[in-house]
């Protein structure tokens, strides 16, 4: 079990559904998503029958739902790798000059590829899921040799396969006995 919390610049679900299924982990992947695919006809109907967490990025009503079912994963015993983007939101040059604005006006680290991440959602999942993962892996995605810094979903499926493209990856993984035990830490 795993918290796997990437970066999100595009439809990075591509490629970390590849790396899931390469690495025999594709089953247990529950992904935090937006509660309008839960409406999909089979594709949200399924993730909706197989405990998928779906959010409608209200947090007092998502924390409510999350927990829940963060819950049940522990006590069912589902092996389970919950996927949490943490920056909530695709990047986009409007998307990513607001969080940079805000992290000067808040002191923070101001970054040109990611976008500062939530932590309330971070830290609710790590708290809510102890028993049930073990660690946590961050995934930091780049694209190389693709039209733009971020594929579309279309580039993904039209790609020329004798043109070099390249889709980094850089994983940290930390064990959840590593983790402060306070939503300061």
Request: aromatic share 12%; charged share 20%; proline share 8%.
């Amino acid at each position: 079990g795993a918290l796997v919390i990437p970066n999100h610049l595009t439809h990075d679900w591509v490629p970390m559904y590849m790396m899931g299924y390469r690495i025999h982990t594709l089953p247990y992947v529950r992904t935090v998503i937006k509660k309008a695919v839960s409406y999909v006809p089979f594709l949200g109907w399924g993730m909706w029958a197989l405990y998928w967490p779906f959010v409608s990025r209200d947090f007092n009503k998502d924390e409510i739902v999350l927990k829940k079912l963060f819950g049940a994963y522990e006590r069912h015993g589902l092996p389970v790798q919950t996927w949490l983007y943490p920056e909530g939101t695709r990047k986009t040059a409007k998307k990513l000059a607001e969080a940079q604005a805000y992290e000067k006006e808040n002191g923070y680290a101001v970054w040109n590829h990611v976008m500062l991440p939530r932590h309330r959602g971070f830290s609710l999942a790590v708290n809510s899921l102890k028993g049930a993962i073990r660690m946590v892996h961050e995934v930091t995605i780049a694209y190389e040799g693709w039209p733009t810094e971020a594929p579309s979903l279309w580039d993904f499926m039209t790609t020329d396969p004798l043109t070099p493209h390249v889709v980094h990856v850089h994983l940290v993984r930390t064990p959840m006995s590593a983790l402060p035990n306070d939503d300061v830490g």
